[in-house]
């Protein structure tokens, strides 16, 4: 008989210890599954220009040329006016207004409403674009920390009346770039302009 209840007790523990291992995998299974369920179903991988060394790096992590890239790009469409200042300039905030910050947004629009007032824009047509031989370097880009960088943009600004030139400056324009992943839809770079970092400094007169 004691040999029976012995056999009886070893597969009562064998079936607990067997009920015990199920659990805990369950545990991991369940957890395994919350992980997946909020994993991101999109990463945004950011490669600097040039691969022709390779390019390695954690997917977080966003290159110097590619934030200047995006600098360069947003500020230059920012400030293409093709018709009127008056029209073009608060038209070409609003369509960008995903690339750039609340903050930076109501600058513009401030500042688009000033020069307004005092009739700056009117047909004033503008287009910026880089100054030769002073485009990216590493020294352009400061980075502040993974989420925030400091651009230096040497531009070109110039300025018509209809179609008579009004205006030419060789201007270093400082911006503030911060990672910005709230509408990947809208905005796929997950960057952002957050204005200026100092006033924009005048590099030379043009002739």
Known sequence: MSRFRHAVKDRDQHILTLRLACAVLTFFLLITCAGWMLAPSKLTVHNPPDLRSGSTRPWWEVPTPS????AFYIFQQLNAWPKSGEVNYPAKI???????????QDFFYADAKKRSQTGELIDRVRVVY????R???PKSVTVLDNDHWVVRLDLVADEYFHSEPVKRALVRYPLKVVRWDGDPERNPFGLALDCYDGIPQRLEAAN
């Open 135 to 137: 485009g990216y370097q």
């Open 130 to 133: 880089e100054i030769p031989g």
């Open 94 to 104: 609003q369509a960008l207004s995903a690339y750039l910050t609340p903050t930076c």
């Open 67 to 70: 934030v200047y890239a995006f």
